[in-house]
């Protein structure tokens, strides 16, 4: 498993990760482990949404980067940015409802395309949250690329539409930014 992100939830962990059998040849797989307070495992949670099936086997193809947030005592998930699609799901893995709005944000950010980082934090009526993208470095024959941060903030109610998105990166990978 990689790239776990953790939220409080009813007082449980929620524990959102990737996980896959074999890197580079398997498709990637969103999980949900939930557990107690005290750290106790209560299950294991397999969301049938997008390209993630019941499990790792079954994907059509990768799920990554799901961000978790709770609004009124629901659990939602940021899917995607483009368009900003946000569902909410039960403890059991069960999907409730889905919210999709239309931004253009590839007009405003110029460093790859933008793909979810850091679960939604509320504050002052909206949800702010990190998001990374990537560029290849030209100058490099094994094309190694370079990594961006950016922030973006979106409404705290359905349909949760984005209002804000950086237009500059607030962090990169190194001291070139490609233009």
Do not use: C
Request: proline share 5%.
């Amino acid at each position: 498993s990689e790239d776990p992100r953790v939220i409080v939830f009813k007082d449980n962990l929620i524990v959102s990760t990737t996980n896959y059998i074999e890197y580079k040849t398997d498709f990637f797989h969103e999980k949900v482990l939930i557990f107690d307070s005290k750290l106790n495992h209560l299950k294991s949670l397999h969301p049938i949404y997008g390209k993630n099936k019941q499990n790792v086997k079954f994907n059509i193809g990768d799920e990554k980067n799901w961000t978790f947030f709770e609004y009124n005592n629901k659990l939602m998930f940021v899917y995607q940015m483009q368009p900003h699609t946000v569902v909410e799901m039960d403890l059991d893995g069960n999907i409730i409802t889905e919210y999709k709005t239309h931004v253009d944000i590839k007009s405003k950010w110029k460093f790859g395309e933008a793909r979810l980082s850091t679960n939604p934090v509320y504050k002052d009526g909206y949800y702010y949250s990190f998001f990374h993208s990537h560029l290849p470095l030209k100058e490099d024959k094994f094309l190694t690329k370079i990594y961006f941060m950016g922030y973006y903030k979106f409404k705290a109610e359905p349909p949760f539409e984005i209002v804000e998105v950086s237009q500059e990166p607030i962090l990169w990978g190194n001291n070139l930014i490609p233009r």
